[in-house]
């Protein structure tokens, strides 16, 4: 192959680039990507805290609505919800230190 033909082939990689950058931006002009804030300028009642991967094929999602968070497993084939309602917290972690430990099994409590 000739310099040209490299050449011809870089160009044509640049203009599709370009194009697919083009469209990206119109689209995020015009309103076809969403939101994070409403038109008012207000977050959104619903949201993702954290995603954290199990296995190959399953999620854990916190998610947060209002002012209450979910832990929900995600498969290919099902959804759970694992823990919820639990108290959202300002800056996207667990419930606050000061929560009591959770309750011990009587085996535990022997020792």
Do not use: N, W
């Amino acid at each position: 192959m000739e310099f040209s033909e490299y050449f011809r082939f870089l160009a044509a990689l640049a203009l599709v680039l370009a194009l697919i950058a083009l469209l990206a931006a119109l689209a995020k002009r015009f309103g076809m990507v969403p939101r994070i804030t409403d038109a008012r300028g207000r977050k959104g009642r619903i949201g993702i805290v954290e995603v954290r991967p199990v296995d190959a094929r399953r999620r854990l999602v916190l998610i947060r609505r209002d002012d209450v968070e979910y832990l929900l497993l995600i498969s290919p084939q099902h959804e759970t919800v694992i823990e919820g309602p639990i108290p959202a917290m300002d800056d996207g972690l667990s419930p606050s230190a000061t929560a009591p430990p959770p309750e011990q099994t009587g085996k535990e409590q022997e020792s």
